[in-house]
């Protein structure tokens, strides 16, 4: 009897252990699970924004370059005609007798808004065939620009020591599901070397360092930026499918440098963005 009564006497304590262990103090049951629940839970993930590393290594070949053909060679194969050819070098706007046409310089980085220093585009590009920022004087890449286009609106800017891919443009983004940049979307495009695209032109599939890095054909336009010649200010503006002029932000995301047509929609698709303002620093 006296067994009996020890039994349940140390099974009660047990009882209260227990129920003690899931009560707070104030006697109410928590409503929110342990906090260290939230430590081992999965991270948010986001859309990557190049394909994957292995594409590099796994390509039979480098891309080849893309031909243009004759407006002869089109007419055989059924195409239309080539848009014309528009040079923005032979035959220079006015300017001022004495004033130089061109200028080089350095394309700095900073935050937009606050002015924190992200440095300056690096001569050097990523595996993908993408600029990157560098703090390091020595590595910064030296673009020309020529005033007298400048003047006039979206110009193509040089990079100088580039031969093939002469230009920094817009390369259309790899999980972009569209070409255009518009509000709404989470569409994008990286910041690299091509060749010279058609002024007001939406995107066209010339050469550059992206396709080149990866064998994935890209769309790109390279005469899409707007030098004042005042502030030193550098700002992208890209043509869409139907001319439209969408608003167009550069953005440091995932460490890589794009634009983009709705800051909302690309950082919630793929993840934390920081928007940048490029200022060029003549030399």
């Known amino acids: ?75 055989i194969a059924g195409l239309p005609l080539n848009p014309p050819r528009r040079s923005r070098t032979a035959h220079p706007r006015g300017v001022p007798s004495g004033v130089p046409t061109l ?62 891919r002469p230009y920094i443009g817009g390369i259309v983004g790899f999980s972009s599901a569209l070409s255009d940049l518009k509000s709404g979307f989470a569409t994008y495009s990286y910041i690299g070397q091509t060749e010279a695209s058609p002024l007001n032109s939406p995107p066209v599939m010339v050469g550059n360092t992206f396709s080149d890095a990866t064998g994935l054909a890209k769309g790109v336009e390279s005469a899409i930026w707007v030098y004042d010649a005042g502030s030193g200010t550098i700002t992208p503006q890209w043509v ?5 002029l969408p608003a167009t932000y550069i ?15 690309f950082s919630t698709v793929f993840g934390p963005t920081t928007w940048l303002t490029f200022t060029f620093i003549p030399i």
């Open 251 to 265: 953005g440091l995301s995932q460490g890589l440098l794009i634009l983009s047509g709705d800051k909302y929609s």
């Open 103 to 164: 200028t080089q310089g350095y394309i700095k980085v900073t935050e937009a808004g606050t002015g924190k220093d992200y440095g300056f585009l690096n001569k050097d590009l990523n595996n993908f065939g993408e600029f990157q920022t560098t703090s390091d004087p020595g590595q910064r890449a030296i673009f020309s620009i020529n005033l007298a286009d400048a003047a006039q609106g979206q110009t193509n800017i040089a990079v100088n020591g580039a031969s093939a």
């Open 1 to 75: 009897m006296m067994l009996a009564k020890l039994l349940i006497v140390v099974a009660g304590c047990l009882c209260a252990v227990v129920a003690s262990a899931v009560v707070q103090r104030d006697g109410f049951r928590p409503l929110n699970p342990p906090v260290n629940i939230l430590d081992s839970r999965d991270t948010p993930s986001y859309k990557s924004l190049n394909p994957p590393l292995n594409i590099l290594d796994s390509r039979d070949a480098p891309s080849p370059t893309l031909v243009r053909k004759t407006n002869a060679e089109r007419l």
């Open 240 to 244: 869409n499918n139907n001319l439209s």
